[in-house]
């Protein structure tokens, strides 16, 4: 009988950590609230968005030290069309004159080397075509010349979109996003609302795009 008794708080035991991890799943399979997220998300002090990087990245300055540099995050510097490829301060052009590798520019200033001069140079890579441009680099190798290097974008799945899903699976991402949908854009509009003010008060403009009052 001891063992019978033994045998049925067993099976109780059993059933009840079954009960239990069912509600554990069950409470991770239903999505949080938006009220929750964005109550969160308002309690972060620095947004930054990877598409609006190099802002970012100013946002935080600022918040750190409560200014921007000029040359590093005026918007309108990313706009002009440089006379020397390597004056934008986030360049990455180590074989360019006076560059240093994984470095910001400290070259001399682009009125001293204009573009013919950098373009005179033996080889100038493109971070988003890495692969295409070290091929010119290693071209004349024997041992490179069998090799059939394609571009590949980093980062990037080709030949796959959203519009390419059918409508079912297209229903079921909108569904599993909907709440990241709502935070991302609720978030953007916190980044760039507060890119815009520190623009103003700096007079250092971080996102070009945008006017304070249309967000």
């Known amino acids: 009988r001891e063992s019978e008794r033994a045998s049925e708080t067993g099976s109780e035991s059993d059933q ?10 069950a409470g991770w399979s239903r999505e949080p609230s938006v009220s929750s997220v964005l109550h969160a998300m308002e309690s972060i002090d620095v947004v930054g968005l990877v598409d609006m990087y190099t802002a970012s990245l100013c946002v935080l300055e600022f918040h750190i030290t409560g200014a921007v540099s000029a040359e590093r995050c005026d918007c309108r510097r990313a ?34 080397h204009p573009l013919p ?5 033996a080889h100038a890579s493109l971070p988003h075509t890495h692969n295409a441009s070290l091929t010119r ?54 980044f760039v609302t ?22």
Not at 87 to 101: G, I, K, M, V
Not at 117 to 121: A, E, F, G, P, V
């Open 16 to 25: 009840w950590a079954t009960r239990r991890l069912s509600a554990g799943l």
């Open 79 to 112: 706009l002009a069309p440089p006379r020397n490829a390597s004056s934008h301060p986030y360049a990455r052009t180590p074989t360019l004159h006076n560059a240093e590798p994984h470095s910001p520019q400290r070259g001399a200033d682009s009125s001293t």
């Open 117 to 121: 001069r950098s373009l005179s140079q």
């Open 137 to 190: 680099t290693h071209a004349s190798a024997p041992s490179w010349r069998p090799l059939h290097v394609r571009h590949e974008a980093i980062g990037r799945i080709p030949h796959l979109s959203f519009s390419s899903l059918d409508a079912q699976a297209q229903k079921a991402a909108r569904d599993l996003t909907r709440v990241d949908s709502i935070l991302y854009e609720a978030a953007r509009h916190k």
């Open 194 to 215: 507060g890119a815009l003010e520190i623009g103003r008060r700096t007079g250092v403009p971080l996102l070009c795009d945008f006017k304070l009052g249309e967000m």
